[in-house]
């Protein structure tokens, strides 16, 4: 069997990996993402090399591409990973006739390569409720007097 070190002992080859830690997935934020958001969270954490922390860049489009969805969706899915805690924006993109720029983003786990800032893990803090929920009725009554003979 062949040395996969080099000489200073660090590995070589090997093919590349995506860890997803058990605090993670077992966190109340990440149980209340759809699976659009969390798939679109594996690409941008699948983009992530160590050392591009805030220069991730993801655009609607790539995602709309990848996952066989509109953009409308992709774009509600990164805005739900940003309310939720799970990612920051760390520069705006914009699209018109000169310059094509995705968005940047930050995963909130990990160190900023960036800016510098520790990693905040916000998803942790994150409690259902805490954030506006879709699709959901309110439990409140009526006020509309009920009126007897």
């Known amino acids: 069997m062949a040395n996969r070190q080099d000489k200073r ?11 997803l830690h058990y605090y993670l997935l077992d966190s109340d934020a990440w149980r209340a993402l759809s699976a659009v ?29 990848a996952f066989k969805v509109s953009k409308n969706t992709v774009s509600r899915a990164l805005q739900r990973l940003a309310e939720v805690g799970f990612i920051e924006v760390t520069q705006g993109g914009s699209f018109n006739r000169k310059v094509r720029h995705a968005t940047e983003y930050r995963l909130t786990n990990y160190v900023c390569n960036k800016s510098g800032k520790l990693p905040s893990k916000a998803f942790m803090r994150w409690r259902p409720g ?17 009126v007897t003979p």
Not at 9 to 19: C, I, V
Not at 43 to 56: E, V
């Open 37 to 65: 958001e969390q798939r679109t969270y594996v690409a941008l954490a699948r983009r992530h090399n160590g050392t591009n922390n805030g220069f991730i860049s993801f655009s609607v489009r790539e995602g709309a591409e």
């Open 9 to 19: 002992g660090r590995s070589k080859g090997g093919s590349p990996f995506l860890m």
């Open 130 to 146: 805490t954030t506006t929920e879709k699709n959901t009725v309110s439990s409140q009554t009526s006020t509309v007097p009920v």
